[in-house]
């Protein structure tokens, strides 16, 4: 659609929906992400991001649509398609709390391996081997995050910033072609943000593409060579960080504009007159105002 | 570091100058010692026959280890030359504890001699001295420096115990060797004291508990654990050399027998405990594979009573067809429940337990297909003989006979080793991660790549071959096999609330709990026969109690002792217990 050139598709949703009971968390969504590629998703509490996010990893069986992977379809069960080549953080950070760190990062190997019961009890030298190289695949990922002196300690115990890095890692040891971020940054304090930012820049120089979703608008906007915004569980508009950062519909559904359905053309125009002073500073104030809707609806 | 602290903390509880504190506590401790050399009571009607002088007996015994203990507590607040190891951090706690054990092993004695034959009159000279001496060590204890201001000082560890000195290999091994003989000998007491003498155990259930107490906030059993986990191995092997060792220290056909009992229910326990502990999955009707294993492998042993009375299985394919059976029942049984969560698993595993039960009662001809032999059973298992070597009959090895339920010990602990074996490989691999993973969260777990259901499946199956394994030996060691013992809860071990009662007392996830766990169930209720009528009541009691102050289990995994008590890392030195507070506000409340 933009900017790369000679894109090959790693991810491609089309109508994904997904419906709990009476309410559309998430209304026939499509989106690309393209190999090489950081892709933003943001948008405002309860627009259905991380339900999306849920969709595309096999958790939520979605109501519509499909999700396909590297052109295959991919089947809605989550270790299937996190061995297809698809890897996961969770928003509320969602690690094996009783396992040290460096147990975590080999959990996340468990598709890249293929011992089973017979050999982990006869212990052959095939056995040794995959685990010292396992073992070894681990350690690499924690240096990697700055986390390789705290192998052996508990995962409960690191501090939250750390817990994230360490969700990362652990996703990152199924070797995916696709790691999804759920708000990587919650929590983090400016220093930890900037080196967060650094971390999926070198991630995606390892050749995984990145989708990402933040509240963070600074992050999101240096960080993406795509953004998407979701509201209200509907793609309301895809572009650069430029095209969605000056995009009025975007500013109102942070504002938290009543929006019924499809955006409509009038309201657009109320929109545009309350915030007809300046669509210079809109980067300033939707990054100011995302953190009021944060704290607002998160009551 | 008595000698350094000269301010007002360095005082006791009791004001005394510390010399006379130290003296005190040894003449208490010798006091003690010398009152088991003398008659306690002038008739042989209490348990242990405690009338001579001369020689200790049943709870002078006791007595006499407890003010031992003492004595060599007390003389390391001397700063002993070569004592130095036993009270590494110069604590109080550990003195003041091993004077306990001598005060409640003493008066203990004297309180049921009283009562049970009536009155005071029935105490010696000998009685007197151990109840005023041993308590003439306790307070001499408790005037040595105060650990801390609370009640609760005095039984917890010291932080900062200075860490041991460095030993050659060899000198590490042999303290293995010592520290396992030790055990040996304490378990081999417990065990071979005569059900009808309740008092004798109790004491030396007070002995155990404030010894160890004691030697725990010595800072002893740290050490002996960073030994083990150095040389484990050596460590594992030794046990095992000592266990092989008890039918011939224990020479009584009947105490062999408790034996075999405690290591099939410990084996049975520790299968469980790769469901329970390692994969988090509640099984309530675990012990429904320890029946399956029983039956196969009655069905097959030629027994007339057996439905194929004229197959006799070789005990390999035997014990191989045990396994199969179970296996495949875990199967049956996992496959359409493992796909449930939490209490609905539970409930279903429940059921199963109990459909199995009530099936092999009804099997019989009459009211079902003819295969169990209904409630009846199957008797006459005949015994096992491989290579020629007959089970039944007795054995001399060594100048030693080796009878019956001796020669099944054996195998049985082999079989022990074997599960053991399944159990460590087992949970330190891929799939012993990704079942923990699972225990913790499952979500996660199959978004990491996890197919749950299938590595619970495994677990499961697992799990159900080892029961149907220790089932086999069961079946043979007991001659038959009925269906009563395979229910839920009853006041015959090995039920489903037995088992998992095992493995939550002595330490979910770990190996030395399950089987401590199940030794505890298994030998309390036979030793202390007031307790038979209400042994489900003590399980209650017990693990209520357990649960409020050691929600981990008597032995911690390092992972469950953090998830209980929050302390932050172990390998930092933690300040103190900040979950205590909240604890007994909690209770208060
Ligand atoms: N399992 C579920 N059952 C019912 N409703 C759900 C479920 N999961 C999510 N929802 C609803 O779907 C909507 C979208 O939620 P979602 O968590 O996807 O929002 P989000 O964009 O990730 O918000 P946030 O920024 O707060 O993380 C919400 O209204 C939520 O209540
Ligand atoms: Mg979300």
New interface residues.
């Given amino acids: 659609m933009t900017t790369t050139t000679a894109p090959t598709p790693v991810l491609e949703a089309s109508g994904v929906t997904m419906r709990f009971g009476g309410l559309t968390a998430v209304r026939s969504v499509d989106l690309t992400v393209n190999s090489g590629e950081i892709v933003g998703l943001i948008g405002p509490n309860g627009a259905g991001k991380t339900t999306f996010f849920n969709c595309l ?1 096999g ?1 939520y069986v979605p109501t519509e649509g499909k999700v396909s992977y590297k052109g295959t379809v991919l089947p809605p069960k ?2 299937l398609v ?2 297809a080549g698809i ?2 953080t ?1 928003q509320n950070i ?6 040290t760190v460096l ?1 975590n990062v ?6 890249r ?1 293929k ?3 017979w050999s ?2 006869l ?1 052959g030298p095939g ?1 040794r081997k ?2 010292a190289a ?1 073992r070894e695949r681990a350690m690499e990922l924690l240096e990697f995050i700055g986390l390789d002196h705290k192998a ?3 995962s ?2 690191l501090p939250y910033g750390e817990q994230r890095k360490l969700e990362i890692a ?2 990152m040891a ?1 070797e995916p072609g696709l790691l999804l971020l759920d708000e990587p940054t919650a929590g983090m304090n400016p220093q930890e943000t900037r080196a967060t930012e650094d971390l999926v820049f070198a991630i995606r120089d390892r050749g995984i593409a990145v989708l990402v979703i933040e509240h963070d608008m600074r992050f999101i906007f240096n960080l993406s060579d795509r953004v998407a915004c979701l509201v209200q569980g509907e793609k309301l508009v895809e572009g650069t960080s430029e095209v969605v950062q000056g995009d009025e519909r975007v500013i109102a559904a942070y504002l938290g504009e009543p929006f019924e359905g499809a955006p409509g053309d009038e309201e657009l125009a109320e929109v545009e007159a309350a915030e007809a002073s300046g669509t210079a500073e809109a980067s300033d104030a939707s990054d100011a105002q995302s953190t009021t809707s944060k704290e607002g609806t998160a009551q | 570091m008595a000698t350094t602290e000269t301010t007002t903390s360095v005082r006791g509880l009791i004001a005394l100058p510390q010399a006379a504190a130290r003296a005190l506590i040894a003449l208490g401790a010798v006091a003690t010692i010398a009152s088991t050399f003398m008659s306690w009571t002038y008739t042989a009607d209490f348990p242990g026959d405690l009338t001579y002088y001369g020689s200790p007996a049943g709870l002078q015994v006791l007595d006499l280890v407890a003010g031992a203990l003492t004595l060599l507590f007390a003389l390391t607040t001397w700063n002993v030359r070569g004592l130095g190891w036993l009270n590494p951090a110069g604590a109080t706690q550990p003195v003041v504890l091993a004077a306990t054990s001598a005060v409640a092993v003493s008066w203990f004695s004297a309180i049921a001699i009283a009562v049970d034959l009536k009155g005071l009159v029935a105490l010696d000279p000998g009685a007197y001295i151990a109840a005023v001496g041993s308590l003439i060590g306790l307070l001499g204890a408790l005037a040595l420096p105060k650990p801390g201001d609370t009640f609760k000082d005095y039984v917890t560890k010291p932080e900062n115990i200075p860490p041991a000195a460095k030993l050659p290999g060899w000198g590490e091994r042999l303290v293995i060797t010592a520290a396992t003989a030790v055990a040996l000998i304490v378990f081999t007491y417990g065990i071979g004291v005569d059900p009808d003498a309740s008092e004798t155990f109790l004491g030396y259930l007070l002995l155990v508990i404030f010894g160890a107490w004691a030697l725990l906030t010595a800072g002893l059993f740290d050490r002996f654990a960073e030994l083990n986990a150095r040389h484990k191995g050596f460590a594992t092997s030794m046990a095992f050399l000592a266990a092989a060792i008890f039918p011939f220290v224990e020479n009584n056909e009947h105490n062999a027998n408790l034996g075999v009992n405690i290591l099939v229910v410990a084996t049975v326990a520790l299968g469980l405990n790769i469901v329970v502990g390692l994969t988090g999955l509640l099984d309530l009707g675990y012990v429904a594979f320890l029946g399956v294993g029983a039956y196969a492998a009655a069905l097959v042993s030629g027994s007339e009573f057996s439905r194929f009375s004229g197959v006799q299985f070789p005990f390999w394919a035997a014990m191989l067809t045990g396994m199969a059976a179970s296996l495949v029942f875990g199967v049956l049984i996992g496959a359409p429940t493992l796909r449930l969560r939490g209490d609905y698993l539970a409930i279903v595993t429940l059921g199963f337990g109990e459909i199995f039960r009530i099936s092999v009662n009804n099997m019989d001809g009459s009211s079902g297909p003819n295969l169990t032999n209904g409630p009846n059973g199957i008797s006459m298992i005949p015994d096992l003989k491989i290579f020629g070597f007959n089970f039944g009959s007795s054995h001399d090895v060594g100048g030693m006979t080796l009878g019956r339920f001796a020669n099944y010990f054996l195998l049985m602990l082999l079989i022990t080793a074997l599960v053991v074996l399944v159990f460590n490989r087992a949970a330190d691999s891929r799939i012993g991660r990704s079942w923990i993973a699972i225990r913790e969260d499952e979500t996660a777990a199959t978004a990491m790549g996890i197919n749950g259901f299938r590595v619970k499946l495994i677990a499961f199956a697992l799990g159900a071959s080892l029961a149907g394994l220790a089932g086999t030996v069961s079946a043979h060691v007991g001659y038959s096999v009925n269906p009563a013992p395979y229910q839920f809860a009853g006041s015959v071990p090995p039920n489903s609330a037995f088992l998992l009662a095992a493995v939550v007392l002595g330490g979910m996830g770990t190996v030395n709990g399950p089987i401590l766990g199940a030794t505890l169930l298994y030998l309390l209720p036979e030793k202390l026969s007031f307790l038979k009528e209400y042994q489900l009541l003590a399980f209650g009691v017990a693990l209520v109690i357990l649960m409020r102050f050691r929600p981990e289990g008597i032995i911690a995994n390092r992972r469950r002792q953090l998830e209980f008590h929050e302390t932050g890392q172990l390998d930092i030195p933690e300040q103190g217990l900040p979950d205590t507070t909240v604890g007994v506000t909690k209770a208060g409340a």
């Fill in positions: 990893t958790l989550p270790h996190t061995s890897a996961r969770f969602r690690l094996f709390a009783n396992m147990e080999l959990v996340g190997r468990h598709t391996t011992e089973g019961l982990a009890l212990r056995f995959a685990e396992s052996d300690h508990l409960r115990n652990r996703a199924s």
